[in-house]
């Protein structure tokens, strides 16, 4: 996958890469030539007095070496913008699809996961994008020049580079073959604190209120300390790595020259040369060192892309139609074909056979008792969910033959737990409509009876909203999200149980604003209060997935048992509590 990953978001900076090949090449064959200059400089110059010769060979040294760093500056700047422009292009493409995914796909993941996903696994690719693109020409350029130049310098010592460098390919490997089981772990655990944290985080009220912090502390000290378990071990593992190679390098050199000297000695090396071959000498271990570095990086990244590619792998659930019709005028007729559905990995079907047909600008409400499915059957309009058996359609087109785009602008849908975005009002109201004028955004506030708690608010449409529009009451974000569905002007308004938080009072004041505002516009109402509903064209009744009766309010009373039953529940209720 890591390959794949690669190859797809790397290839489109091919002219980055090529900058990062040139400039690598240039400064590793400086590197190479420097030591022979250094052996020139030593044996010609130094051991002759020729001062002449230090200055000239000295020059060119110098020269080499400001060269040298402007090279490889180069090449990690062009390095570093491969890196981020492939992590940025990652993150996109994680996050677009993640956009396109329905329910099945995120409940699937999950949502901590996603984001790390999105975010920690984006890095660990970048990352090895980054050590690549410093190390993937020099090390092989360095290891096999460095062993050709070193043989040429003097033929009798390369067996000690025939000697140190598997002792640190052996000695480095041992460590890394034990780091790299620990990443795959190490990723899980992050997936871990990150959904602990969430759902403290969204759940803080909860946890208040019966008194849980101290055993939430503990859940969170518990994912905690395992991922610290794991960092730490693998720290551990990492932190003798240094050790390790120092002593490979020391041990190499201290060999290089105690063998060297006899040679020295006895005149069949020069003093130079020797050096020469001890610089060669680094310059492979140096190069087998970045490899092992590379052998480190690319386990932990490989875990990470097959990570990303899992998400970028799930096509949604809810596909978008091979031939999708976009050139449709929808006027609000909503048909259910004999509809039947079942979450994901659930046999019984939340909703069964269900069938019937609303009018175009009609409102039609859906009573029942909690868990009948009202919001699942809400749900397969704007294709949340799609429906297991059977067919949606809006004037005669099915739902999944509608280009997607098409059918959510014509739908506009307050869920029953409404979200506000950080921002604020205006910014919120305007997510459906971005060219909304005020006196539009006004206007639905006025519709939606939030006009005069926004009017209240410091800085009326620009007051702040927190993220999730927790610094509003629940009913003030029901009111807002009505508003939000108003400004954007749909042909069918999908309410679910969007009244439940208001009074009596606002309910009925706000319902006749609704219907006398939305001109032929279609409405569907989830409602548990019948008081919500008596005025609505049609009433569905659900019972256990099914509709057990349909009619007006007045029909209904005559007609169904259940909801005479509701109605009576409801109202002895108010009277209990009159
Ligand atoms: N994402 C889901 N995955 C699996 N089962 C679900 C899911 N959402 C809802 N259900 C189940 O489907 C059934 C119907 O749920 P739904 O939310 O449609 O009921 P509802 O009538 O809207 O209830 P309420 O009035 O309490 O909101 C319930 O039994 C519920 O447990």
Known sequence: ??????????????????????????????????????????????????????????????????????????????????????????????????????????SKFGAPSLITRTTNDVQQVQMLVLMTSTMLVSAPILAIGGVILAMQQDLELSWLIAVSVPVLLIAVGLIVSRMVPLFRVMQK????????LREQLTGIRV???FVREPVERQRFGAANAEITDVA?????????????????????????????????????????????????LMQILMAVMMATFMAVMIPRASVSADRIGEVLDTESSVVPPLQPITDVSLHGAIEFDDVSFAYPGAEAPVLRNLTFLTEPGTTTAVIGSTGAGKTTLVNLLPRLFDATEGSVRIDGVDVRDLEP????????????????????????????????????????LEVAQARDFVAAMPGGLEATVAQGGTNVSGGQRQRLAIARALVKRPE?????????????????????????????????????????????????????????????????????PTYEEIVSSQLSAEEAAA
């Open 405 to 444: 785009d098409a059918l959510w602008e014509r739908i506009g849908l307050v869920p029953q737990k409404p979200y506000l975005f950080s921002g604020t009002v205006a910014s919120n109201l305007r997510y459906g409509k971005p060219d909304a004028t005020d006196d539009e955004l006004w206007h639905a």
């Open 207 to 209: 946890i208040r209120a």
């Open 1 to 106: 996958m890591l390959l794949t990953l690669l190859k797809r978001y790397v290839k489109p900076y091919w002219w980055l890469i090529t900058g990062v090949v040139v400039f690598q090449l240039a400064q590793s064959m400086a590197s190479l030539y420097l030591p022979t200059l250094n052996a020139d400089i030593i044996d010609n110059g130094v051991a002759t007095g020729d001062t002449a010769y230090i200055l000239t060979t000295g020059g060119w040294m110098l020269l080499i070496t400001l060269a040298q760093v402007a090279c490889s500056i180069t090449a990690v700047y062009f390095g570093a913008r491969l890196a981020m422009a492939v992590g940025r292009d990652l993150r996109r493409g994680v996050f677009r699809k993640v956009g396109a995914f329905s329910e099945r796909e995120v």
């Open 232 to 280: 730490t071990r693998a720290g551990r593992l990492m932190a003798l790595m240094f050790p390790v190679v120092m002593a490979v390098l020391n041990v190499s050199s201290v060999a290089v020259l105690w063998f060297g000297a006899f040679r020295v000695e006895d005149g069949s090396m020069q003093v130079g040369t020797l050096m020469a071959f001890l610089q060669y």
């Open 492 to 560: 069918i308004y999908v309410f679910d149980d969007s009244f439940s938080a208001l009074d009596v009072a606002t309910d009925g004041r706000l319902r006749r604003a609704l219907r006398a505002d939305i001109g032929e516009a279609s409405m569907f109402v989830v409602a548990q209060r019948v008081s919500s509903i008596v005025d609505a064209d049609q009433i569905l009744v659900l019972e256990h997935g099914e509709i057990v009766a349909r009619g007006t309010h007045e029909q209904l009373l005559v007609t169904s």
């Open 189 to 196: 655990k992050i997936d871990r604190v990150n959904l602990v």
